[in-house]
């Protein structure tokens, strides 16, 4: 089977097509600032990247280019579209309804428009991206894996916020939890490595990117995560906030005179490591300020890693213990010292790090990076959620088939 993934952003379509017999990239790409002119990037597996500026007006002559791409004499890696099987879509919100990844159809797309109020940036251009390849592949399958579907077996003590309960019946304002198919993908990918059946395994996935997310999963369910109606909540993150008084965000607003609008602004794109450093989001640019003194700097990863440490604590305590902690995406996957500040004083809840084997990792398989004796196992695991995506849509799409 020949799955494209897609995941459409406000003005990019980030593409990857599958060969699942082989679990091969055949090609994958991004096209960017669609809408205000256009930017394709497109990279056929061992050849060399293509560039082509041209004008994107929507998703779907995006996805036209795309599409041509892939068939065409030069670059392409099929004979025809009619090749595609299947289309995965990432979608960052599946709302209450959506418990997991589901095949598309006209009742899933309007159901999910009803959801915009709540996912204002993601939803539009998702729907887009789906309307897209109705348009352009009508008789392909398409399936929405859903970024919320994990946390669907969360209980409601977990998912409740201490408000009127009315705004959870009535607006369906409670913890949704993001990051799904990335904290699923690593730990079933854990259990794999660890050969143990995921059902027995208790589990910790720490996905520390630009977006920062940490989720408790026991028998292979989540059943707790950082994250809540929105990103925002939970670790400082890149230029979130993450979870702070709600009263600072009123008193700002109101002694400052700042508008919603200005404050979500102020919460989203200028705090967490941004804010408190005031030199960058990005944690390498962070580190090397750090080592060179930058007492800011220094705060930003401490504040960073207090938080992750505390979402472990809490963790553990919620499930009675801990198999393994897995580290993963940009800062996880890659920030040697951060993972040494998290496991640092750890030592009384089982988790041990070998120093070596933290700080000479092998980059992009999972590997483990605990002592022998650490009773809880300690791994970095890279995540994959296009390829988590394809897995899904190749089984839903399978299913349709056989109806
Ligand atoms: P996003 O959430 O946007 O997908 P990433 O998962 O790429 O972001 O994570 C971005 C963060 O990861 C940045 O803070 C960056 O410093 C860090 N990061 C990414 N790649 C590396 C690397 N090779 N070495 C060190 N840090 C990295």
Redesign the pocket.
Known sequence: MKILVLNAGSSSLKYQLFNMESGQVLAKGNCERIGAGGIVTYKKTNAEPYFEETDLENHEAALKIVLELLVSKEHGVIDSVNEIDAVGHRVAHGGEQCKQSTIITESIIKYLETLIPINPLHGPPAISGIKACTDLMPYVPQVAVFDTSFYSDMEDSRYIYPIPYEFYERDKIRRYGFHGTSHRYVSRKLAEVMGKPIEDLKIITC??????SITAVQGGKAIDTSMGFTPQEGIA??TRSGSIDPTVVTYIMKTKGYTSDEMEDILNKKSG?LGISGI????????VAAENGNKRAKLAMKILTNGIKKYIGSYIAEMNGLDALVFT???????YNIRHDVCENMSWLGIELDEEKNKNFQ?GIPFEISKKESKVKVYIIP?DEEYMIALDTERFAKKKSKQ
Do not use: V
């Open positions: 996905h520390l990117g630009n977006g920062s993150m890149g490591l960058s989001n990005d944690l390498r640019n962070i580190c995406a940009g800062i996880g996957e890659n920030q980059r995540t």
